[in-house]
């Protein structure tokens, strides 16, 4: 057989076709699915299958190549986000199959978005970028009509002229009749108006794109924040029917290359290469082609496509639902930059770093200094580029002389200690070059992305890596001019595997630095992200196996060219351009020189290194406190508001400084429009039965609160059956001294110890079970507080005076800004438990923007029985139930949780029916057992009739014991060489 190529000539290949017996079916999805997922079940887990989905156009989307003991036999399974609309088809095949018969259970399932939020969040989120670039306000209308309240503000902000907002051109003509009564209307009813109307303002080419979720945490809010700085138009990837988000999954799935599955099942399978079976060293070209093809039709269809200059590619999705790989396939034509928080506080906080990175930069302590860590790398080696000029690749020559020109002194550092203090220190821009991948055990299929992320380094530090001797970088034995210490016995003693968990462990606010890392993998890691959740604004990696030296041309590349004032996008567009493929332009006549170079950007494209030289070091301010000549900047509706009957509030307000709105009953009737305007709301003692019934029957608070707000009752002494959250208050005893039974709550602690003298009425009987005792009366609480959604609420009987009452309301209005502990996540090792078995639950303790929090005191109960936790760091905790913990407890349990940590919200909340233990089945299983070998002795009967093979689960046979355990040592041992593939 001949093959086709690009380039003139054919090769003759040898090869043998297999066919593998299977089965296929099609399933319909429809045109607003979120996900398809597929799986598939059979009878004889030694058999290997294979499980694939192809779209309604042909395309193999994604699969799941056969699978081993590992991953847990029997079972397999795809999911595909976002899938386009029409005939699906599910294919599952036998590998290596013999004569048998295999019971193969497929099963699918098909979750939707809620009918028209994606029109609804890109005409939100393109409104607030339009009001922005217009400096106009935001308000908002239904399909069919201009709500009273929008009617309201329009008119007591003097509106004239209307935008409306509504490229899918959803609205009803009743909606622009209701406009033109106060206003003209000027209708941007169609994406391609849109994209004109605010290009035409900003005079920027960029473009931000997300997706919905439909899970009340969209990321378009931060997506309009990020487009509102570009300049740009907001777009749904989805699109009308997902043929992009379908494509960008295609540009992802992994390619059998690499030895057969059989390695998983002998015992040399802890010493797999993580970059052997599931090689991803080359994507598919063609899908990749296909990808950026598709985004410019798309883009084009929006009237926002550029073909005379790159555009910016502002991607906010996180890695699991949209996978980086689409975003090479953008290079190089776009300039795409990823966004990768999976929730919107922690995208907003993102983009607003890579907004601000230019003044962050330079308030960093280390900002004039890199990191250089070159602990693996090139130095001397001739390579030829994409256009075959020849470059010496010298990594660190290089890289240090590209930096020192621009101004950076350099440190250079391998020992891990050293490289984790280096990047603590919050430096101004990160090399590293060295070993990466997913896990310190394989995993089948590894886990990509969001793998745990590990890398090589020293136990002691040097300048930098090298085979023989400080002086002697390279051996003279290999000649290859790679630096590699893992392959040489003297230097692989002092080789370490750092996880990005420790490298967390010892960093808190890294500054704002840009990152380079030239390894395998680790761009599918956990690493980019958890460095970005500290503070990097740029971080360049590769998802996938990348090659000493065309990765480490490019690594200088990226720091010459970030050196000469390209941003970030710019620079990995034009380094790639040189060194791999370009899909968007891609190369006449001549593939690229490496394909493997599959770089990734996370963070926003447009973030600049600046000189040290020419953007001096500042000292930081508050900007929540800054204020200008009497003005603080970005206030316009006060965030501080309170409800009264005297000048109690307003007299502490005043005398501390803080500038506020305040309420009594004849002027309440605005209180609640401007309530979501508010972080801190706050009812005097005594008066909350004035407002009580109007704040009932608004039914805001609920939402004010979950959706950030600060609400704090002082002084109740009244009937609470008409607050969301239940409490109940009794007027029962009263005195001038309380006893804190939470002394490190930032409500009681910061920035004023509150002192237990202090005047209370009555108790609170009872409060929420999300809440937190704070103080008592000496048996009833009387201050409680809480979290509730991503905001707080307390109340408190008490009624301070004088230097009291002033140290408590600065406190809860500061109480908005400080730290909480949340429960983020619960997994359990088993989903069907039974009496007698062992149960292990893993606890996450994050903070409001999900990073770990350690040294948490937790306590836990199952119903009224007391449970120990165990710490085992980053915030993860453990509760385990052992065999006779579950022995004679049957039914549900609920987990009741309380976690305090000075400085910190403390934690307290009640999982329902969590646990479920059920009945050890004995009789049952006796039975079923008693079947099942009456069967296997059957056969077996029936197999020495006909003279059948027997069948052996293990042989030793002619080896002594002594023989098979020097085996099982030699096959455990880890060799670093062999891990790494070199």
């Given at each position: 057989?001949?093959?086709?190529?690009?380039?003139?000539?054919?090769?003759?290949?040898?090869?043998e076709?297999?066919?593998h017996?299977?089965?296929?079916?099609?399933?319909?999805?429809?045109?607003?699915?979120?996900?398809?997922?597929?799986?598939?079940?059979?009878?004889?887990?030694?058999?290997?299958?294979?499980?694939?989905?192809?779209?309604?156009?042909?395309?193999?989307v994604?699969?799941?190549?056969?699978?081993?003991?590992?991953?847990?036999?029997g079972?397999?399974?795809?999911?595909?986000?976002?899938?386009?609309?029409?005939?699906?088809?599910?294919?599952?095949?036998?590998?290596?199959?013999?004569?048998?018969?295999?019971?193969?259970n497929?099963?699918?399932?098909?979750?939707?978005?809620?009918?028209?939020?994606?029109?609804?969040?890109?005409?939100?989120?393109?409104?607030?970028?339009?009001?922005?670039?217009?400096?106009?306000?935001?308000?908002?209308?239904?399909?069919?009509?201009?709500?009273?309240?929008?009617?309201?503000?329009a008119?007591?902000?003097?509106?004239?002229?209307?935008?409306?907002?509504?490229?899918?051109?959803?609205?009803?003509?009743?909606?622009?009749?209701?406009?033109?009564?106060?206003?003209?209307?000027?209708?941007?009813e169609?994406?391609?108006i849109?994209?004109?109307?605010?290009?035409?303002?900003?005079?920027?080419?960029?473009?931000?794109?997300?997706?919905?979720r439909?899970?009340?945490?969209?990321?378009?809010?931060?997506?309009?924040?990020?487009?509102?700085?570009?300049?740009?138009?907001?777009?749904?990837?989805?699109?009308?029917?997902?043929?992009?988000?379908?494509?960008?999954?295609?540009?992802?799935?992994?390619?059998?290359?690499?030895?057969?599955?059989?390695?998983y099942?002998?015992?040399?399978?802890?010493?797999?290469?993580?970059?052997?079976?599931?090689?991803?060293?080359?994507?598919?070209?063609?899908?990749?082609?296909?990808?950026?093809?598709?985004?410019?039709?798309?883009?084009?269809?929006?009237?926002?496509?550029?073909?005379?200059?790159?555009?910016?590619?502002?991607?906010?999705?996180?890695?699991?639902?949209?996978?980086?790989?689409?975003?090479?396939?953008?290079?190089?034509?776009?300039?795409p930059?990823?966004?990768p928080?999976?929730?919107s506080?922690?995208?907003?906080?993102?983009?607003?770093?890579?907004?601000?990175?230019?003044?962050?930069?330079?308030?960093?302590?280390?900002?004039?200094?890199?990191?250089?860590?070159?602990?693996?790398?090139?130095?001397?080696?001739?390579?030829?580029?994409?256009?075959?000029?020849?470059?010496?690749?010298?990594?660190?020559?290089?890289?240090?002389?590209?930096?020192?020109?621009?101004?950076?002194?350099?440190?250079?550092?391998?020992?891990?200690?050293?490289?984790?203090?280096?990047?603590?220190?919050?430096?101004?821009?990160?090399?590293?070059?060295?070993?990466?991948?997913?896990?310190?055990?394989?995993?089948?299929?590894?886990?990509?992305?969001?793998?745990?992320?590990?890398?090589?380094?020293?136990?002691?530090?040097?300048?930098?890596?090298?085979?023989?001797?400080?002086?002697?970088?390279?051996s003279?034995?290999?000649?290859?001019?790679?630096?590699?210490?893992?392959?040489?016995?003297?230097?692989?003693?002092?080789?370490?595997?750092?996880?990005?968990?420790?490298?967390?462990?010892?960093?808190?606010?890294?500054?704002?630095?840009i990152?380079?890392?030239?390894?395998?993998?680790?761009?599918?890691?956990?690493?980019?992200?958890?460095?970005?959740?500290?503070?990097?604004?740029?971080?360049?990696?590769?998802?996938?196996?990348?090659?000493?030296?065309?990765?480490?041309?490019?690594?200088?590349?990226?720091?010459?060219?970030?050196?000469?004032?390209?941003?970030?996008?710019?620079?990995?567009?034009?380094?790639?351009?040189?060194?791999?493929?370009?899909?968007?332009?891609?190369?006449?006549?001549?593939?690229?020189?490496?394909?493997?170079?599959?770089?990734?950007?996370?963070?926003?494209?447009?973030?600049?290194?600046?000189?040290?030289?020419?953007?001096?070091?500042?000292?930081?301010?508050?900007?929540?406190?800054?204020?200008?000549?009497?003005?603080?900047?970005?206030?316009?509706?006060?965030?501080?508001?309170?409800?009264?009957?005297?000048?109690?509030?307003?007299?502490?307000?005043?005398?501390?400084?803080?500038?506020?709105?305040?309420?009594?009953?004849?002027?309440?009737?605005?209180?609640?429009?401007?309530?979501?305007?508010?972080?801190?709301?706050?009812?005097?003692?005594?008066?909350?039965?004035?407002?009580?019934?109007?704040?009932?029957?608004?039914?805001?608070?609920?939402?004010?609160?979950?959706?950030?707000?600060?609400?704090?009752?002082?002084?109740?002494?009244?009937?609470?059956?008409?607050?969301?959250?239940?409490?109940?208050?009794?007027?029962?005893?009263?005195?001038?001294?309380?006893?804190?039974?939470?002394?490190?709550?930032?409500?009681?602690?910061?920035?004023?110890?509150?002192?237990?003298?202090?005047?209370?009425?009555?108790?609170?009987?009872?409060?929420?079970?999300?809440?937190?005792?704070?103080?008592?009366?000496?048996?009833?609480?009387?201050?409680?507080?809480?979290v509730?959604?991503?905001?707080?609420?307390?109340?408190?009987?008490?009624?301070?005076?004088?230097?009291?009452?002033?140290?408590?309301?600065?406190?809860?209005?500061?109480?908005?800004?400080?730290?909480?502990?949340?429960?983020?996540?619960?997994?359990?090792?088993?989903?069907?438990?039974?009496?007698?078995?062992?149960?292990?639950?893993?606890?996450?303790?994050?903070?409001?923007?999900?990073?770990?929090?350690?040294?948490?005191?937790?306590?836990?109960?199952?119903?009224?029985?007391?449970?120990?936790?165990?710490?085992?760091?980053?915030?993860?905790?453990?509760?385990?139930?052992?065999?006779?913990?579950?022995?004679?407890?049957?039914?549900?349990?609920?987990?009741?949780?309380?976690?305090?940590?000075?400085?910190?919200?403390?934690?307290?909340?009640?999982?329902?029916?969590?646990?479920?233990?059920?009945?050890?089945?004995?009789?049952?299983?006796?039975?079923?057992?008693?079947?099942?070998?009456?069967?296997l002795?059957?056969?077996?009967?029936m197999?020495?009739?006909?003279?059948?093979?027997?069948?052996?689960?293990?042989?030793?046979?002619?080896?002594?014991?002594?023989?098979?355990?020097?085996?099982r040592?030699?096959?455990e041992?880890?060799?670093?060489?062999?891990?790494?593939?070199?």
């Open positions: 057989m001949t093959v086709e190529k690009i380039l003139p000539g054919s090769n003759s290949l040898d090869f076709v297999k066919y017996p299977g089965f296929s079916r099609t399933v319909n999805v429809p045109s607003n699915a979120k996900w398809l997922n597929a799986s598939i079940t059979w009878d004889k887990i030694a058999t290997d299958l294979n499980l694939a989905l192809v779209d309604p156009t042909g395309r193999l994604q699969w799941a190549p056969a699978g081993s003991l590992l991953s847990g036999p079972i397999e399974n795809v999911e595909i986000p976002y899938p386009m609309p029409g005939q699906w088809t599910i294919i599952t095949a036998w590998m290596d199959a013999s004569d048998e018969e295999n019971n193969v497929l099963s699918w399932q098909i979750s939707a978005l809620p009918s028209n939020l994606q029109p609804y969040l890109e005409s939100a989120a393109n409104g607030a970028v339009l009001a922005s670039l217009l400096n106009v306000p935001l308000l908002y209308v239904t399909e069919d009509s201009v709500p009273e309240f929008t009617k309201w503000v008119q007591r902000l003097g509106v004239n002229t209307s935008y409306l907002v509504d490229p899918a051109n959803i609205h009803s003509p009743s909606l622009e009749t209701e406009l033109d009564a106060f206003s003209s209307v000027v209708s941007l169609n994406y391609s849109l994209a004109q109307q605010i290009r035409g303002i900003s005079q920027e080419n960029d473009v931000v794109i997300t997706t919905p439909g899970t009340g945490d969209e990321l378009f809010a931060p997506a309009a924040f990020s487009a509102a700085a570009h300049g740009a138009p907001v777009f749904s990837l989805c699109g009308a029917d997902n043929s992009i988000t379908t494509r960008a999954e295609e540009t992802w799935f992994p390619y059998l290359i690499g030895p057969e599955i059989d390695v099942i002998t015992s040399r399978w802890i010493t797999r290469r993580e970059n052997g079976w599931y090689d991803e060293r080359i994507p598919n070209r063609n899908s990749m082609m296909q990808s950026v093809d598709d985004f410019e039709s798309y883009l084009s269809v929006r009237g926002a496509y550029n073909a005379s200059s790159p555009q910016s590619v502002i991607i906010l999705s996180p890695p699991e639902l949209i996978k980086v790989s689409f975003d090479r396939s953008l290079q190089s034509h776009f300039r930059g990823r966004i928080a999976a929730g506080a922690l995208a907003s906080v993102m983009v607003n770093r890579a907004i601000h990175h230019r003044f962050l930069f330079r308030t960093a302590e280390a900002a004039d200094e890199a990191l250089l860590t070159m602990y693996a790398y090139t130095d001397g080696a001739s390579y030829p580029d994409n256009f075959y000029d020849t470059h010496v690749i010298s990594q660190i020559d290089d890289t240090t002389s590209a930096l020192g020109a621009a101004g950076f002194s350099i440190e250079t550092h391998v020992g891990y200690n050293e490289v984790f203090s280096g990047v603590a220190a919050q430096v101004g821009l990160w090399s590293m070059s060295t070993h990466g991948t997913l896990t310190s055990v394989p995993r089948d299929p590894p886990i990509r992305p969001g793998g745990p992320g590990l890398f090589a380094l020293r136990d002691t530090d040097a300048t930098w890596g090298f085979e023989e001797s400080v002086a002697v970088r390279e003279p034995d290999d000649f290859d001019q790679l630096v590699n210490p893992v392959a040489f016995e003297a230097e692989n003693a002092h080789h370490v595997m750092k996880t990005t968990d420790e490298l967390e462990a010892a960093i808190d606010n890294i500054g704002s630095p990152v380079i890392i030239t390894a395998c993998l680790l761009g599918g890691s956990r690493l980019p992200m958890m460095l970005m959740e500290h503070g990097a604004v740029g971080v360049v990696a590769s998802p996938r196996t990348v090659y000493f030296q065309p990765a480490g041309l490019l690594s200088i590349l990226l720091a010459e060219s970030l050196c000469g004032g390209n941003s970030t996008g710019a620079a990995l567009s034009k380094g790639l351009v040189i060194m791999a493929p370009d899909y968007s332009d891609p190369l006449m006549g001549r593939d690229p020189r490496d394909y493997g170079n599959q770089q990734v950007l996370y963070g926003d494209p447009e973030v600049h290194l600046y000189s040290p030289s020419t953007s001096p070091r500042l000292t930081a301010v508050d900007a929540a406190v800054a204020s200008y000549d009497g003005h603080s900047p970005g206030n316009g509706v006060p965030g501080v508001v309170g409800l009264g009957a005297s000048d109690y509030l307003p007299t502490a307000f005043t005398s501390l400084g803080i500038e506020f709105e305040y309420y009594e009953a004849s002027n309440l009737t605005y209180f609640d429009r401007l309530l979501p305007l508010r972080s801190v709301a706050i009812v005097e003692p005594g008066t909350l039965s004035t407002f009580s019934s109007q704040l009932e029957a608004s039914g805001t608070l609920d939402g004010y609160v979950r959706n950030g707000g600060t609400l704090v009752l002082m002084g109740v002494s009244g009937n609470l059956d008409w607050l969301p959250w239940p409490a109940e208050y009794q007027a029962i005893g009263s005195g001038s001294s309380i006893t804190i039974v939470d002394a490190g709550h930032p409500f009681m602690s910061s920035p004023n110890t509150l002192s237990g003298i202090v005047d209370y009425q009555g108790h609170l009987s009872s409060v929420w079970e999300n809440l937190t005792v704070l103080a008592t009366d000496g048996t009833n609480a009387v201050i409680a507080a809480g509730v959604g991503k905001g707080k609420f307390a109340l408190t009987t008490t009624h301070p005076t004088g230097a009291a009452r002033n140290a408590t309301i600065e406190n809860a209005v500061l109480w908005n800004t400080m730290p909480s502990l949340f429960l983020r996540n619960v997994i359990l090792n088993q989903e069907i438990i039974w009496e007698g078995d062992r149960v292990v639950l893993t606890l996450e303790i994050t903070n409001r923007v999900g990073v770990g929090i350690e040294l948490v005191q937790l306590q836990a109960w199952f119903n009224d029985t007391s449970v120990s936790v165990a710490e085992a760091g980053s915030g993860i905790y453990t509760i385990t139930l052992t065999e006779d913990w579950t022995r004679g407890r049957l039914g549900d349990f609920d987990l009741k949780l309380t976690g305090v940590k000075s400085g910190y919200d403390s934690l307290s909340i009640v999982l329902l029916d969590l646990v479920y233990i059920r009945a050890f089945p004995l009789v049952p299983l006796l039975i079923v057992g008693g079947v099942v070998a009456v069967i002795a059957g056969s077996f009967y197999r020495r009739r006909r003279g059948g093979n027997q069948i052996s689960l293990r042989r030793e046979s002619g080896r002594t014991k002594k023989e098979r355990e020097r085996q040592k030699e096959d041992r880890f060799d670093p060489k062999e891990y790494f593939g070199v």
